[in-house]
């Protein structure tokens, strides 16, 4: 399991939270101390996480000059 594909799956599971989160938030905003919200919360800081986890694998990338990724090959030299 490469470093890439840790990258894109962490992007995967971000998006997936992110929507549910959102649907939590949507369901039951109108009540700030509900279990849901409290979820969505969580859900958010673990989205937050995935996407640092995302970004230091497109920077491992970038300064290693993998070229396999796309983003890489295109703006390194």
């Known amino acids: 399991m490469?470093?890439?594909?840790?990258?894109?799956?962490?992007?995967?599971?971000?998006?997936?939270?992110?929507?549910?989160?959102?649907?939590?938030?949507?369901?039951?905003?109108?009540?700030?101390?509900?279990?849901?919200?409290?979820?969505?919360q969580r859900a958010v800081m673990?989205?937050?996480v995935l996407i640092v986890i995302a970004s230091l694998a497109l920077w491992y990338a970038l300064f290693t000059r993998d070229f396999q990724i796309e983003y890489v090959a295109s703006y390194s030299s």
Do not use: E, H, M, R
């Open 2 to 40: 490469t470093y890439s594909y840790i990258g894109y799956q962490s992007l995967n599971i971000a998006l997936a939270l992110s929507l549910y989160a959102t649907i939590l938030f949507f369901a039951d905003g109108k009540n700030p101390f509900s279990k849901y919200i409290a979820s969505a």
């Open 46 to 48: 673990a989205v937050l």
